[in-house]
């Protein structure tokens, strides 16, 4: 009995799970864990690159600037190139479905915060999967201070799949804690992670079940497209969809094809729970969760890969919700890529230099991109209105392939996902980049001072497109329990 009075049965996590979830894997990894920011060899690192720098420009200022002008041109025309490659391929990922005589049980994992108002409509769409009832075990993760949140899920939570799950407040107050929480108490031999404003399409987990069978044992996880389904909303939210259309309908899967580990998108991800605990599981200090698990997984040998149908989500509409979600997503990447660069030549043994070189170019590239299209805008911007020669012919060339490229991948995106947003978004898309640099810097003044902190999105803000699904096959036939694997 809760002790406002609403009577429902929740399962609450005890102190020493609560434990387990928030420092097991700082515990058991604490090398890879994102608790520590700064090693003293990286602070000493750092400190002698800005020395050099400085002592280089003072000795040989002409040189030195001709040396990172050089270097700085040659990074950003591999990153053009780079994208130019995954953008001209146009392939559509296509994915057989699964239809085993024994159904391997499923655990969905949902992590709830301030999400009373979307709850009822994600266990609508998690009730609509193809998927035998009886093989998915649904856990909702609740804060235990989140009342609203706790009621909504406990309206909703009647089937006896679905099980609402307390999590104890405490910190970090972070995603990854949850899940752990819920890993815990996972009795599937795969997983799916689902956010709160996420609609499923109803085949997605047997599409993931079908790779992981043809993957084999060292296939860990499978990432599902995550699309955009308000894109309409705002100038914001269309530059949102387009990004999210290159990045799992062109750059991921290409990082697929060539056995390249994959930075996980935060939802949809699947794993087999085996591999999943064998490698501890999330870092409750990372925010970007997501990113760091699929460098670690590589790290111990495991592949990803990518499944087609997709999971649709609500893009962030106003810039403000938008520059707190980018905010945490700049400061998550920048925990992990300081992980990973603790021991780099470690990890390159670990994950193989063609790996260790594309997560160099996916995880580091992006975040120089981050903090410098701010100011690579306004020298553009100054160059074209000043009478004087600021920037090199080379330089105008490089900055106007990029944007093709950029519009370039924009419409094939929007040609394999079928969104005209996307082709519009290309139009602006120079006047969306910059805006990352405001949420560089405030990433970095959060990871100095606030490194753990998980600034919320706020989901249900706004019209969401209706979408035509196939009805579900298998949700509604009786599955004995002999058909369930893993069942007694």
């Not at 009786?478 to 007694?488: E, F, L, M, Y």
Request: aromatic residues 8%; contains cysteine; hydrophobic residues 50%.
């Amino acid at each position: 009995m809760r002790r406002d009075g609403l009577r429902a049965e929740t399962v609450t996590i005890s102190a020493a799970e609560l434990e387990q979830a928030r420092l097991g894997f700082h515990r058991a990894f604490p090398r890879r864990s994102a608790k520590r920011r700064f090693h003293v060899t990286q602070l000493l690192i750092i400190a002698a690159l800005i020395a050099a720098l400085v002592w280089a420009f003072r000795a040989a200022p002409a040189v030195s600037f001709s040396v990172l002008h050089l270097t700085a041109l040659t990074l950003f025309a591999i990153a053009i190139l780079w994208r130019l490659i995954a953008a001209a391929s146009l392939t559509p990922v296509l994915s057989r479905l699964a239809a085993p005589e024994q159904w391997p049980v499923y655990t969905i994992l949902c992590p709830l915060y301030r999400e009373a108002n979307v709850t009822p409509d994600l266990v609508a769409a998690l009730r609509r999967l193809d998927y035998p009832v009886e093989a998915l075990d649904i856990k909702l993760l609740v804060e235990g201070d989140d009342v609203d949140t706790l009621s909504a899920a406990l309206a909703v939570s009647a089937p006896a799949h679905i099980e609402v799950l307390v999590v104890p407040a405490g910190t970090p107050r972070t995603k990854p804690k949850a899940l752990n929480a819920g890993l815990l108490r996972a009795r599937g031999e795969f997983v799916a992670i689902y956010d709160a404003e996420d609609r499923p399409h109803p085949q997605q987990l047997r599409a993931a079940l079908a790779a992981f069978e043809d993957g084999g044992e060292q296939l860990a996880c499978v990432q599902a497209p995550l699309v955009v389904d308000n894109a309409e909303a705002s100038w914001v939210a269309r530059q949102f969809a387009a990004e999210y259309a290159i990045h799992f309908r062109e750059l991921l899967p290409m990082l697929a094809r060539l056995g390249l580990p994959l930075p996980l998108g935060g939802s949809s991800n699947h794993f087999r729970v085996a591999a999943l605990r064998a490698n501890g599981g999330w870092d409750a200090f990372n925010v970007t969760e997501d990113a760091d698990l699929g460098y670690r997984l590589a790290r111990d040998g495991y592949r990803a890969g990518v499944i087609g149908p997709p999971t649709w989500e609500e893009a962030p509409a106003s810039f403000n919700a938008w520059l707190k979600q980018r905010t945490r997503w700049i400061k998550g990447h920048l925990q992990t890529w300081l992980v990973l660069m603790r021991n780099p030549f470690r990890v390159a043994s670990d994950m193989g230099l063609g790996a260790f070189a594309a997560m160099q170019l996916m995880l580091g590239g992006g975040l120089l991109a981050a903090f410098v299209h701010g100011p690579i805008a306004c020298v553009v911007a100054i160059a074209i209105l000043s009478p004087y020669d600021i920037l090199s012919r080379a330089d105008f060339i490089l900055a106007l392939c990029g944007y093709c490229v950029a519009a370039f991948a924009a419409l094939t995106a929007s040609a394999l996902s079928g969104s005209l947003s996307h082709a519009r978004a290309a139009l602006t898309m120079p006047f969306y980049w910059p805006l990352s640099t405001l949420a560089a810097a405030a990433a970095m003044f959060e990871l100095l001072f606030r490194p753990h902190h998980w600034a919320k999105t706020e989901h249900g803000a706004t019209r969401r497109e209706q979408h035509s699904l196939p009805a579900p096959s298998v949700r509604h036939v009786s599955t004995p329990d002999s058909a369930v694997r893993g069942r007694a």
